[in-house]
């Protein structure tokens, strides 16, 4: 066998990235920012609303969490809306009780059909990120830029209706892009998107339509990730959590201020017998009186004045 | 195709020539931090997908380039502080785009060996020439930027032909961690009859294994090595063993993984009497001049046994 010629020529075999979205930067030689208080770690906690519809629309894959059995799939629905009627609530109680707030990607349907749970988010002052439509509505590379505008136009102008404001921050349902949304999203006002998961901090991407900042949405720690994909227990999730918290506070202290993002699935960590593992990360981190717990727009206000 | 890959005979192990490390040592420790780049866009390879999404396939990407900015820096702090130098598997595009990583590793006097150009280049597929060019091009690449020959080899992405230990041996290669038979180094067959060693790396512990694959979390993969440790210690007292931990800053260097892994750089390097704290280069060194000959022999009496 041989291969093409091609296979053996790298045209972008140069410094720095293999694209031109953004520059390559070492964390720990950047310019340090401080936290309000001059806390030493930035809590961003999200909780993902996400409608998954009944009757998956297939692009080039499913979302996660999406769907699974032939249709009528009624296991999975009745799960994910578990976690928008009851898991969401157990996790505001606990928030609540220790006076954090949260910010939300919402896919826009969640806005427009439960506005018992969207009046729930706004008394909290939660900040809403653009979610899509709906879990059935993806960007995926090769997909019509129009037709993915359109998306973007109808989500923000769904939640901008509902919620009275329109999003200024980005996360796209099954983390997924096209080679255009940065761009289409800047278009849309879009100041920050959490799609990239190369960073535990913030960093700007440079697109035709202006700058868009990444904000480091973790996926590593995600509930769903450790405990639905990788089957762990919530032992085990509420150690990992603590055990970055730890290394990021002593980060925060040697190299300026950090962010521990918390990403939250209400059908998950919402269950009952896993709630009690956010409450103790929460109780203990907070016990620490060295985090400063914000908003995404609130830490970037603050990491731009660095 | 072969029915066997033709590498090496079966050689138990039991009854084996004793191996002695330098200083009387009797385990060989050696980390091997994967450095790697992967490309948003590369050409397709007939034989493996790179991405599973379509381009540009941006979370797998991603994640992968939170190595280079953040883990490795966290994890080659670590490593000095334990006084561990690191065998890379390295990328050879690395020298290229981001040389600031090569120099902070060469500063350390780190090993280097080539895991080809680009680990989303997959050697399948390859013809003769074509596999022999990422060969010179890593020998040249790696020389150009540290100094360094490179002796070591580990197939981008694990992708092999029927041709690629023989052309290790051909381009004065010492070892291979290519193939994962054994916790002992050994003698591997080569058509050129040149010498060519048989590095243990070890899947099993590699973090990529651990995390993604077997889904440990990070005090699981910490306690697995100290048990891997336990076992080769006791078993070098009769014949001296290697452990190997392959990384990957990506996954190792998460701010929730390097509190419980550096208790494992504690616990090994503190046995300071059993433990030969090495590079995978020293280690080919040392057994092909001291341990080669009479593991040859050995095996091949066990092939006359045999037969």
Known sequence: MTLPEDYLKYPHRSHGMDHDLYPWSNLFNRPTVRWPGDKSVALWITVALEYFPLTPNDGPFRAPGHMVTPYPDYRTYTTRDYGNRVGVFRIMKVLDALGLKASTPMSAKIAERYPALLKAVQDRDWEVIGHGVDMNHIHYGGMDAAQEAQQIEDALVMLEKHTGSKPVGWFSPARSESENTLELLAEHGIDYACDWVNDDMPYDMTTSAGTITAMPHTMELDDRQLMVTLGQNEETYQEQILAAFDLLRSEGKSHGGRILHLSLTPYVIGQPFRIWALRKVLETIMASNDVWSATPSEILKVWRGK | ?307
Request: aromatic share 14%; proline share 6%; hydrophobic share 35%.
């Open chain 2, 1 to 307: 195709m072969k029915y066997d890959p033709e590498h090496y005979d079966y050689w138990p192990y039991q009854n084996r020539p004793k191996i002695v490390w330098p200083g009387g040592k009797k385990v060989a420790f050696w980390v091997a931090p994967n450095i790697e780049f992967y490309e948003l866009n590369p050409p397709a390879n007939p034989q493996r997908k790179s991405w599973p999404r379509p381009y540009p396939d941006i979370t797998p990407y991603s994640y992968r380039d939170h190595g280079n900015r953040v883990g490795h820096w966290r994890l080659m702090e670590m490593m000095d502080e334990f006084g561990v130098r690191g065998s890379i598997s390295l990328s050879v595009a690395m020298c290229q785009h981001h040389p600031e990583i090569i120099e902070a590793c060469a500063a350390r006097k780190w090993e280097f060996f080539s895991h080809g150009i680009y680990n989303t280049r997959y050697i399948y597929g390859m013809d003769h020439a074509q596999e022999q060019a990422i060969l010179t091009d890593s020998i040249k690449t790696v020389e150009t930027a540290t100094g360094q020959r490179i002796r070591g080899y580990l197939a981008p992405a694990l992708t092999h032909t029927e041709h690629t230990i023989d052309l290790l041996a051909e381009n004065d290669f010492w070892y291979s961690c290519d193939l994962f038979q054994d916790d002992q180094p050994q003698p591997l067959k080569t058509k050129s009859g040149k010498k060519l060693v048989s590095m243990p790396y070890s899947l099993e512990v590699n973090d990529h294994y651990a995390f993604n694959v077997y889904g440990q979390s990070a005090r699981q993969y910490a306690d697995l090595l100290k048990r891997q440790f336990d076992t080769l210690l006791e078993e070098g007292a009769e014949s001296g063993t290697v452990m190997c931990i392959p990384l990957h800053a990506y996954l190792i260097g998460r701010a929730h993984r390097m509190g419980p892994f550096r208790e494992v750089l504690d616990y090994i390097t503190g046995h300071k009497d059993d433990v030969w704290v090495t590079t995978a280069i020293e280690i080919a060194d040392y057994y092909l001049n001291n341990c080669y000959d009479d593991a040859l022999k050995s095996i091949e009496a066990a092939q006359r046994e045999a037969s």
